[in-house]
């Protein structure tokens, strides 16, 4: 089965932003908004940054591997109209991946999702979850 649905990879290539949750060593929350990529190679969301190996959301990911990545965005206020996905899983931080833009570091965070939420796509435009297995 694929990781992500035709549309998750549509909506997920028309975004710029994304916001990153990670936990830090005392369990304290950490949430930042970043640039990624969807890597349908190999079903994972790749986060990268200017000096991404610097700081803390790649120190908290190598210390526990946990994160949290929500990309969303408001398709209309006249009916009120909000699209999103919310992506669980475990995360790496990997040192040499290459840079994913040419003014990112060579670090990135890699995403393996394991749970994904979605609002406002489909016929229904309703919310759904499933698990990747």
Do not use: C
């Amino acid at each position: 089965m694929a990781t992500f649905t035709d549309a998750e990879i549509e909506y997920l290539a028309a975004q710029r932003l994304g916001r990153l949750a990670t936990a830090g060593p005392r369990g304290r929350l950490q949430n930042n908004p970043v640039g990624f990529r969807v890597n349908t190679a190999d079903g994972t969301i790749d986060i990268g940054g200017r000096n991404m190996g610097a700081t803390q959301k790649f120190r908290n990911v190598r210390a526990n591997g946990q994160a949290a990545f929500v990309v969303d965005d408001l398709v209309s206020v006249d009916p009120w109209t909000v699209r999103g996905l919310e992506i669980r899983g475990h995360a790496e931080a990997l040192t040499d991946a290459g840079p994913p833009q040419p003014f990112m570091s060579n670090e990135i965070i890699r995403i393996y999702p394991e749970r994904i939420y979605g609002w406002g796509f489909g016929p229904d435009a309703g919310m759904y979850r499933r698990d990747i297995s």
